[in-house]
């Protein structure tokens, strides 16, 4: 048996499971305005260098470390927010598939931002 709708905080009807578009456009406000303060990949270390470090791994390891997939991105385990050291320590990275990456690890990184403040 399908779930009933709920109403959302702006009075809208909306089906279960999904979002109302006030929703919507205020994750994207959100996160523009996060987007608008953050430095850019090369600022944050993200260049050629780091480039060719990541091809090597992946094909070093080409699995990702949680669901066996073909990994595509090299994950910090532990974030490193600036430091380079921890940014090119390898025991620091793990291949991961996009979906890995961006749903499971970035839910634990919240979890544990949270929590550590």
């Known amino acids: 048996m399908p779930r009933p709708p709920h109403i ?12 109302c578009a006030c929703q919507i456009a205020s994750t994207r406000a959100r996160n523009r305005r996060h987007d608008a303060k953050r430095p850019s990949a090369r600022e944050r270390g993200y260049t050629t260098d780091w480039q060719k470090e990541r091809k090597a791994f992946l094909a070093a390891h080409p699995d990702c470390a949680m669901c066996g997939a073909p990994a595509t991105v ?3 385990i532990i974030p490193h927010r600036g430091n380079k050291a921890l940014f090119w320590d390898r025991h620091n990275w793990q291949p991961l598939c996009a979906p890995c990456h961006n749903r499971h690890k970035q839910r634990e990184e919240r979890a544990s931002h949270v929590v550590g403040t």
Not at 8 to 19: D, E, P, S
């Open 74 to 76: 090299v994950d910090h």
């Open 8 to 19: 959302c905080t702006c009075g809208r009807l909306v089906a279960h499971g999904a979002r």
